[in-house]
């Protein structure tokens, strides 16, 4: 029932229908406020917190300075930015910095780096090198990556 008055409840294990405008009892299915019926207004449901937002907003990257164009083909138009290490790792690839800018063409197409494993491989190794680099060891990697691509 889409009507915001009406309730279903219960009296000994039986369910019945209320509404809480006339305050009576009703059937399971009212339908007697056919002229002032008030439906619940649909809310849509939140997919980031503003804290989460906020992150994905600011993504750097210690691979290629300039995220407004594409890493492999040097396009400025349909920019995605592309977590290397993503599923698990994807929030500590935004955190240290491991975000390659890549076109749409590049990025879900068919020669993109989801559908090409030796372009996906070859920007993985890249970026491990340049984390050991920055952050740390090959130990340190692998206690936040979880698995070395050298």
């Not at 939140?46 to 995220?67: G, M, Q, W």
């Not at 349909?78 to 240290?96: A, D, L, M, P, W």
């Amino acid at each position: 029932m889409n009507c915001k008055n009406y309730r279903t409840r219960t009296k000994k294990g039986i369910k019945y229908g209320y509404c809480v405008k006339y305050r009576k009892e009703v059937s399971l299915f009212c339908k007697e406020c056919k002229e002032d019926i008030e439906y619940k207004e649909r809310k849509p449901i939140k997919l980031h917190t503003n804290k989460h937002a906020k992150v994905e907003k600011e993504r750097f990257s210690i691979i290629y300075p300039d995220l407004t164009k594409c890493c492999i083909c040097g396009s400025n138009s349909n920019i995605n930015k592309h977590e290397v290490f993503y599923g698990k790792n994807r929030q500590n690839s935004i955190k240290y910095g491991l975000v390659i800018p890549l076109c749409l063409n590049h990025h879900t197409g068919d020669n993109g780096i989801h559908y090409d494993n030796e372009l996906n491989i070859f920007y993985k190794r890249l970026a491990q090198k340049k984390w050991e680099s920055i952050y740390g060891n090959r130990n340190d990697f692998l206690n936040v990556f979880g698995r070395s691509w050298l």
